[in-house]
């Protein structure tokens, strides 16, 4: 079976666009939903619901890859299922390491669907002598030192970082050094890297922050319409602006207050 290190995939020399390439696992994990229920066929509004995506940028999406389903009768799941994993480069074995098997390295290592998506395990590293050995998802962790050995004996391209912040800058350079030219970070902190290098950040932290300034707003318009708590002070009718104008809350809209910034 070809191994990562010797394929590149078919999109960039093809045109796909970067927001395209972005939604085909959205479409694919759809897809093979569906072809495990054997449904055979689908249309463009029933997978675009699925994925989460309107049906005209789900066809144009589908008109980068060739593929135009049939009036009346839709897209053929099982061969959408080909199409996309060919183009993502799924149809063939892709060895990856994970470096850093803390708590969430040992998770990474664990899960069940890298291989049954075209990703082998191909080591578990770690610069934790006491973790050396020690049996993780069924594989020994290796220590850092033999970091290169393991990339050029397995063909990796593909690294996963898991370490803490301050160690990830050098396994990333270490890793791109041995050849590695695909980096899944995880860890809290921006990589650089050499330019032929794509590196994907993955930060809980950032995406649990999103979520919580989207829970004050919905907060905030909740109570836009009930008085003021007791004992809250009200804002003054006029305040300076951020930009040194004043912002004048004593004006209407057809929504209620309507501040508007007043020049000085």
């Not at 694919?28 to 495990?36: G, Q, V």
């Not at 309107?54 to 009036?71: E, M, P, Q």
């Not at 074995?93 to 098997?101: A, F, H, M, N």
């Not at 919905?218 to 004043?246: F, I, N, T």
Request: with cysteine.
């Amino acid at each position: 079976m070809a191994t990562g290190r010797t394929h590149r995939p078919a999109t960039r020399s093809r045109g796909i666009p970067e927001a395209t390439v972005a939604r085909l696992p959205l479409y694919l994990r759809a897809l093979t939903a569906l072809s495990e229920r054997s449904v055979p066929t689908v249309s463009s509004e029933e997978l675009a619901t699925a994925a989460g995506v309107n049906s005209a940028k789900l066809r144009k999406d589908f008109s980068y890859l060739g593929s135009y389903g049939t009036r009346g009768v839709g897209y053929d799941v099982e061969y959408l299922v080909y199409q996309i994993s060919r183009e993502l480069g799924l149809t063939q074995d892709w060895p990856v390491v994970i470096v850093g098997i803390g708590n969430l390295g040992a998770a990474l290592a664990n899960y069940g669907g890298f291989a049954s998506r075209g990703f082998r395990v191909a080591a578990l590293i770690d610069a934790d002598p006491a973790m050396t050995g020690k049996p993780v998802a069924g594989l020994p962790v290796r220590h850092t030192d033999d970091l290169e050995a393991i990339i050029n004996d397995n063909g990796v391209s593909i690294g996963v970082i898991a370490t803490p912040a301050g160690a990830a800058q050098q396994v990333c350079e270490r890793l791109v050094a041995a050849g590695v030219t695909s980096i899944l970070n995880f860890a809290p902190t921006v990589l650089s890297v050499p330019d032929g290098v794509d590196v994907r950040k993955v930060d809980l932290s950032i995406e649990l922050q999103i979520l919580a300034f989207h829970e004050q707003r919905k907060a905030g318009e909740d109570g836009a319409d009930l008085p003021e708590a007791a004992g809250a002070v009200a804002p003054p009718a006029v305040r300076a602006g951020a930009d040194g104008g004043r912002v004048d809350r004593g004006r209407k809209g057809p929504e209620g207050d309507v501040p508007a910034v007043m020049p000085a």
